[in-house]
């Protein structure tokens, strides 16, 4: 039983763009908060993006500010995250996760993690 599915990672070169797309099931997607999070070799798990499904609020972490944008259609359980001008430095791999109403940006608050997507950005 999938809870979350990540897709749209790849291979880019610095510069451009990738779509990631999570496709949740509805008790998932009943969450309030949905993130992204991402891991690089040899480092821990950090916040990418959140966004609060009841009021549309969203955050971001300071390295992808400008660049990144999280959105969701509650019609179709599906929340996004639009990467535009990747660098290097954003190569992980990335996974989307639900939390309830009260989580931040800390990877211990997520109740619910997909399998994840890899993105690589090449120089």
């Known amino acids: 039983q999938v809870q979350l599915v990540e897709s749209g990672g790849g291979l880019v070169q610095a510069g451009g763009s990738l779509r990631l797309s999570c496709v949740a099931s509805?008790?998932?997607?009943?969450?309030?908060?949905m993130g992204w999070f991402r891991q690089a070799p040899g480092k821990e798990r950090e916040f990418v993006s959140r966004i609060r499904q009841s009021a549309g609020l969203t955050r971001y972490a300071d390295s992808v500010k400008g660049r990144f944008t999280i959105s969701r259609d509650i019609a179709k359980n599906t929340v996004f995250l639009q990467m535009n001008s990747l660098k290097p430095e954003d190569t992980a791999v990335y996974y989307c996760?639900?939390?309830?109403?009260?989580?931040?940006?800390?990877?211990?608050?997520?109740?619910?993690w997909g399998q994840g997507t890899q993105v690589t950005v090449s120089s």
């Open positions: 509805v008790r998932t997607f009943s969450r309030d908060i």
């Open positions: 996760a639900a939390a309830a109403s009260n989580a931040a940006m800390y990877s211990y608050e997520y109740d619910y």
